[in-house]
């Protein structure tokens, strides 16, 4: 007969039946509000609702340490690591430039920190809005400020032209941005453009959603597939502590087969007799530890069958590995879902590849999640934004992961320049940053093609050092011939040292002749 567990005994020496653990495992809470914030207005005023409760998806962020951190690196990625101006034509204006940096300069938090919540409220809930305020709330005047707006106090209504937020029971109405109507911003009624004055006027909204087929006016959460794994690991957390708090850790199982009588529980106690008797009999072992554990299980009345009890110590290794790798298995899910390397999470586990598996999987963030993504917000300023301003020599970009490797750009430059490909300035421009080096302007040599050392621009110009070495060489050569010449011709020392007089004075007289016509 295969033996059941009666109970475990903890190591604190208390005695658990099979039943009442049970109990801890089964048990479950419901961490769901009642009802929405907007619940009434649903009707009301015609909103559309989501299909997750977006106050409990942002709930899930304080639930799950690896869901916040993933959320947070994300956001970061995407829009916390600042931006630039790139030049659309040859000859950019600096005006335009000059008008885009006291754009952003005017701005009430940092544009960074601005999209870096709004990414935030996409990755936690699906969907995000900014808000976005023109010159003097005017219907189609320059944008003068962008505002982030927390998600989980708004809605959309169901013609998605204008979108309400509720927010300590105070309700304010906003137009989709570029909406040909005005919207009157308390009652969320549609007007003839241009017809309301500023303080009546609701202000704009860019939407921006995780698309997904149920939910075409919200979208959906990265998370939204893992939410079990998040959910089994609070109750994984929940049931520890529960039990251990109560119990201690798992240290034997008792196993009693046969006809055995445990006796009626205690109404107080909640404990049988045999539960008592187990646990007397390890309060003495404990106390002596040499001593022989004798326990008597007793049998129903009339039972004529073998009674047989068993204990068996619970592994260490196996009572925490269970638990561990369950947590292992949701906190991989989580990462999945969101597609963020293990490593960014300042997850390092042993046993992994060796290789460019880090840089590789950084390469396929990058361009899989966090550079589409930036392309959202970039569109919003280049092509909603900008025109607005009269910007048309510019465009604005965020700043993404490099995933550079900056000892392989070096060598391909050098490769560059010594094929003539690519000129020093050009080499500096690529991978000067990293050691503060500036490109030089006034050296026509730094921008020249060589090949093998050699300049090829201008026809094969020869730079002034070469051609000096060259007039060097040749001087010495014609003093060595002069001065063979003379010996030969002259076998006398009077008559060679008159020689060579006069040739040097022949060439003072060509130096003092070049330095009077200022050569």
């Known amino acids: ?19 009442v653990l049970k109990q801890y495992q089964n048990e479950a809470k419901s961490q769901q ?13 015609r909103l559309v609702e989501p299909l997750y409760e977006p106050l409990i998806m942002s709930k899930l962020l304080e639930l799950n340490t690896y869901h916040m951190r993933a959320c947070k690196q994300k956001s970061l990625d995407i829009a916390g690591k600042g931006w630039e101006l790139i030049a659309e034509n040859d000859n950019p204006s600096e005006e335009q430039k000059i ?45 003068q400020l962008i505002n982030h707006l927390p998600a989980y106090t708004l809605r959309v209504h169901e013609s998605g032209n204008k979108y309400c937020q509720k927010w300590n029971n105070k309700k304010v109405w906003f137009r989709n941005f570029g909406y040909e109507k005005d919207i009157e911003k308390d009652s969320g009624i549609e007007k003839e453009p241009k017809s309301l004055n500023s303080p009546k006027r609701g202000t704009e909204i860019f939407w921006m959603i995780n698309y997904f087929p149920r939910s075409t006016f919200y979208g959906i959460s990265d998370i939204v597939p893992a939410i079990g ?48 008797a187990i646990a007397d009999k390890f309060k003495e072992l404990s106390k002596n530890p040499q001593s022989v554990m004798i326990i008597a299980v007793p049998k129903k009345d009339n039972s004529m069958g073998e009674v047989k009890i068993e204990l068996k110590a619970v592994s260490t ?34 046993g992994q590849l060796s290789g460019n ?10 361009d899989s999640i966090i550079i589409p993504k930036q392309k959202i ?50 080499g500096i421009a690529h991978v000067g940053n990293r050691y503060k080096l500036v490109q030089t302007t006034d050296n026509p ?75």
Not at 357 to 366: A, P
């Open 357 to 366: 598996l880090g840089k590789e999987s950084t390469i396929i963030y990058n």
């Open 1 to 19: 007969m295969a033996m059941k567990p009666f109970a475990i005994v903890t190591d604190i020496n208390k005695v658990v039946r099979l039943d």
């Open 229 to 276: 794994a998040i959910t089994g690991d609070i109750s994984r957390r929940d049931y520890n502590i529960s039990f251990f708090t109560n119990y201690g850790i798992p240290a034997y199982i008792v196993y009693i087969t046969g006809d055995f009588d445990p006796g009626v529980e205690d109404p107080k106690t909640k404990k049988t007799p045999l539960e008592t």
């Open 33 to 45: 509000l009642e009802k929405s914030v907007f619940a009434k207005e649903y009707k009301e005023d």
């Open 99 to 143: 008008r885009v940096e006291e754009f952003f300069d005017k701005q009430d938090f940092p544009i960074e920190e601005t999209f870096r919540r709004t990414q935030m409220d996409m990755e936690g809930a699906g969907y995000a809005g900014v808000e976005v305020v023109r010159e003097a709330n005017s219907f189609d005047g320059e944008v």
């Open 317 to 350: 290794e196996i009572k925490e590995a269970s638990f561990r790798m369950y947590r292992i298995d949701n906190r991989d899910e989580v990462i999945t879902a969101h597609g963020v390397p293990p490593y960014r999470l300042g997850i390092f586990e042993t």
């Open 377 to 426: 917000y970039e569109e919003f300023i280049n092509f909603y934004v900008f025109p607005t301003l009269g910007i048309t020599d510019w465009r604005w970009e965020l700043v993404s992961i490099d995933t550079r490797d900056e000892d392989v750009e070096i060598d391909r430059c050098g490769k560059l320049i010594t094929f003539g490909m690519m000129t020093p300035n050009q």
């Open 445 to 519: 040599a730094m921008d020249m093609h060589y090949m093998a050392g050699r300049p090829i621009d201008l026809g094969g110009f020869i730079p002034e050092y070469d051609i000096a070495s060259m007039l060097d060489g040749l001087k010495s050569k014609l003093v060595e011939v002069f001065i063979e010449d003379v010996r030969k011709r002259y076998p006398k020392d009077d008559d060679r040292n008159r020689a060579f007089q006069k040739m040097l004075d022949s060439i003072q007289g060509n130096t003092k002749g070049n330095n009077r016509r200022g050569k």
